[in-house]
Antibody
Framework: EVQLVQSGAEVKKPGESLKISCKGSGYSFTNYWIGWVRQMPGKGLEWMGIIYPGDSDIRYSPSFQGHVTISADESINTAYLQWSSLKASDTAMYYC??????????????WGQGTLVTVSS | DIQMTQSPSTLSASVGDRVTITCRASQSISFWLAWYQQKPGKAPKLLIYKASSLESGVPSRFSGSGSGTEFTLTISSLQPDDFATYYCQQYNSYSNTFGQGTKLETK
């Protein structure tokens, strides 16, 4: 069974750094793209980017490029999303998801449970 | 970026109804479109990929159609478990985008 298990909820102050994680199991982690999707409170889904753990190829949405960093550690089957300086507007639920990529950026067939990030002074 | 526009934003329907949600792309995306269902407090769930391919385990009352710039998701006979928010997503380009969502609510 494919499972993606995300790290727990975080409460941070503006300007702080943060790295959240997503651990995959039940499939070959290095052979599938894995990515991140943001959902701000009461809003829709926003695709942030994906990484291919096998060779660390990364594709970012232009909306998020430069604001976050996506990475992966294939030795522990874990993907990461990190911020160097959080803003209040980063407050959101963040989902990781395994992607099938055929053209461009792909669709997500399995999702993590979500990590709630709250940024408040 | 390719923009995705869903209609309607909210849809009121009853159990047993046939419902259709439309998704339009700002430029042709061939058949590179997926549909997701999301319930409150839960992660999205993949329903349809490649415009009309049903994801394994998804009930056959869900179907997708379309190509190019216009797509539809149809639920043939609405069940109580289907009241949720539905999103389309294009993945034709390097950077994919979601529609704004359609909330399916009880009439």
């Amino acid at each position: 069974e494919v499972q993606l298990v995300q790290s727990g909820a975080e409460v941070k102050k503006p300007g702080e750094s943060l790295k959240i994680s997503c651990k995959g199991s039940g499939y070959s982690f290095t052979n599938y793209w894995i990515g991140w999707v943001r959902q701000m409170p009461g809003k829709g889904l926003e695709w942030m980017g994906i990484i291919y753990p096998g060779d660390s190829d990364i594709r970012y949405s232009p909306s998020f490029q430069g604001h976050v960093t996506i990475s992966a550690d294939e030795s522990i089957n874990t993907a990461y999303l990190q911020w160097s300086s959080l803003k209040a507007s980063d407050t959101a639920m963040y989902y990781c998801a395994r992607h099938f990529v055929f053209s461009g950026s792909g669709y997500a067939d399995n999702w993590g449970q979500g990590t709630l990030v709250t940024v408040s002074s | 970026d390719i923009q995705m526009t869903q209609s309607p934003s909210t849809l009121s329907a009853s159990v047993g109804d046939r419902v259709t949600i439309t998704c339009r792309a700002s430029q042709s995306i061939s058949f590179w479109l997926a549909w997701y269902q999301q319930k409150p407090g839960k992660a999205p769930k993949l329903l349809i990929y490649k415009a009309s391919s049903l994801e394994s385990g998804v009930p056959s009352r869900f179907s997708g159609s379309g190509s190019g710039t216009e797509f539809t998701l149809t639920i043939s006979s609405l069940q109580p478990d289907d009241f949720a928010t539905y999103y389309c997503q294009q993945y034709n380009s390097y950077s994919n985008t979601f529609g704004q969502g359609t909330k399916l609510e009880t009439k």
